[in-house]
């Protein structure tokens, strides 16, 4: 996947939830593969944008077109 940048990576967000979704999920929903975090709290604490991504992807069923 290579580097994705924020506005790549919230994009996909909003594609694959909506837009009102995402900000939910991104806010509210914790993810094992971030180590207990939600994707604000990880992007927050530095972890890079494709590393939270491949996180979404294993714990929800991302559209493959956005993996």
Do not use: I, P
């Amino acid at each position: 996947m290579g580097t994705v940048r924020l506005t790549v990576f919230w994009d996909r967000m909003n594609q694959q939830f909506g837009e009102g979704y995402a900000e939910s999920v991104a806010k509210d929903y914790v993810m094992a593969e971030l180590d207990g975090r939600t994707v604000e709290q990880a992007l927050a604490d530095g972890v890079a944008a494709k590393d939270v991504w491949r996180a979404v992807c294993a714990t929800f069923d991302v559209a493959q077109r956005l993996r």
